[in-house]
């Protein structure tokens, strides 16, 4: 069936740290987004990534959509990285965005 | 607007009322998604809506709940009989046309039924 998988599901990272934040997905897809979700819930988009690389300041990501997988990197953590980051899919087959279960990134001073 | 806006932030409403949120996506946009979110897990999808029709409703949980968008902008969601069960951050987010454009979503409204 469907899966969007999300590993680690924790981390803890010093500050300064670099991180990779993985996301597998079982099927061909449309649209796939990295989500950053702030401690007031808003989700944030980071990348729309369904294929390719993109880097945006000291944050970048990878889709290889023919091995059904993308990477989020972040390098330097700051303390304001912390939160839940989600990865969300949208197959070819369908009209919504699979979200995966997240990572829970907390970075400390 | 500048971004989707969702109206409340908060509600609290008793078991059994009717409740109503409100979703305004960004301008322009015709695709439009409303999705729950339980504490500690992530989003799950409700229903899309591509226009004024929805496209999906696959996701909503039984016939309590309801959403419409009659103009082609502006959603409603409506839950009817409301259950503590209910209670969540109910997230609503556009794109420019669905499918293989960039969703953006709303700050949410958390619901608690007490």
Not at chain 2, 55 to 72: T, Y
């Amino acid at each position: 069936g469907i899966q969007v998988e999300q590993s680690p599901p924790d981390l803890i990272l010093q500050e300064g740290a670099n991180s990779t934040l993985r996301c597998n997905f079982s099927d061909s897809v449309n649209n796939l987004q990295w989500f950053h979700q702030n401690p007031w819930g808003q989700l944030i988009n980071l990348f729309y990534i369904p294929s390719g690389t993109k880097q945006n300041g000291r944050l970048s990501a990878t889709t290889v959509a023919t091995e059904r997988y993308s990477l989020l990197y972040i390098s330097s953590s700051q303390t304001t990285d912390s939160g839940v980051y989600f990865c969300a899919v949208e197959f070819d087959t369908g009209n919504q965005f699979y979200f995966g279960t997240g990572t829970s990134l907390t970075v400390i001073p | 607007g500048a971004g989707v806006s969702q109206t409340p932030s908060n509600k609290v409403t008793e078991k059994g009322k009717y409740v109503e949120l409100r979703c305004d996506p960004i301008s322009g946009h015709t695709a439009l998604y409303w999705y729950r979110q339980s504490l500690g897990q992530g989003p799950e999808f409700l229903i899309y809506f591509q226009g004024t029709g929805a496209a999906d409703d696959s996701g909503l949980p039984n016939d309590r709940f309801f959403a419409v968008r009659p103009e082609g902008s502006v959603s409603t969601l409506k839950i009817q009989r409301t259950e503590r069960g209910d209670s969540a951050v109910y997230l609503c987010a556009s794109s420019f046309s669905g499918g293989t454009t960039e969703a953006f979503f709303g700050q949410g409204t958390r619901l608690t039924v007490v």
